[in-house]
């Protein structure tokens, strides 16, 4: 079964502090790491495919990352409006389902 | 383009009751899976359905169903609810063609009394 780890569980961070989430997972076959992020109350949002080694992608203040085992999200210079969960998933070769890890909150203070 | 519609955005049901809740895909969407959000176990996968046909269920029981109709809309029913069904029920749509991102919609949020 695939599994999906991620930390820390909240992540507290001032203006301009840069830092970085960390995704471990255990799948036989990845089909694709996926990063979405999750305001209070509403749907998760599609941030960045990963699908393979060495793979990166970016997107304003987020950098994703991945290997063989792990998969980073660097946040450079948060800004309060960066505040939410993270969420991570692994895709499997078998079928299109996605497993979530329980995400990380992040919080940016002014 | 118009993103993933789930209605209705809140209910209220009594345990034994049932509900059925609704998603509209993204246009050209033709898979759309379910999940359940909870604050104890996370999001948790129920079903996908693609091309009208269930391709993927979830460790759900049987009171968790679904449908997909020819215009790729979809719709969960849960029967006899439980006070445990209480949870954000969240749809996405992907377009297996080009990718295999799945784009959520706002989810619907379901309590049980």
């Known amino acids: 079964e695939d599994q999906v780890t991620q930390s820390p569980e909240a992540l507290r961070l001032q203006e301009g502090e840069s830092s970085s989430l960390n995704c471990s997972y255990t799948v036989s076959g990845l089909r694709g790491l996926f990063w979405y992020r999750q305001d209070p109350g509403k749907g998760p949002e599609f941030l960045f495919t990963?699908?393979?080694a060495g793979e990166e992608k970016e997107k304003e203040r987020l950098k994703a990352t991945l290997t063989k085992k792990e998969s980073f999200l660097h946040i450079t210079a948060p800004k309060p409006e960066d505040s939410a969960t993270y969420l991570c998933a692994v895709q499997g070769p078998h079928d299109y389902k996605l497993s979530f890890g329980a995400g990380t909150t992040v919080t940016v203070r002014a | 383009k118009a993103g993933v519609t789930q209605t209705p955005r809140y209910l209220i049901k009594t345990r034994g009751q049932q509900v059925t809740l609704s998603c509209s895909p993204i246009?050209?969407?033709?898979?759309v899976s379910w999940y359940q959000q909870t604050p104890g176990q996370g999001l948790q996968f129920l079903f996908e359905y693609f091309s009208e046909t269930q391709r993927n269920k979830g460790n759900f029981p049987g009171r968790f169903s679904g449908r997909q109709f020819s215009n790729s809309r979809s719709e969960m029913n849960v029967s006899t609810l439980e006070l445990g069904d209480s949870a954000l029920y969240l749809c996405?749509?992907?377009?297996?063609?080009?990718?295999?991102?799945?784009?959520f919609g706002q989810g619907t949020r379901l309590t049980v009394v």
């Open positions: 996405a749509s992907s377009d297996r063609d080009r990718g295999t991102e799945a784009f």
């Open positions: 990963l699908y393979s």
């Open positions: 246009s050209g969407h033709r898979s």
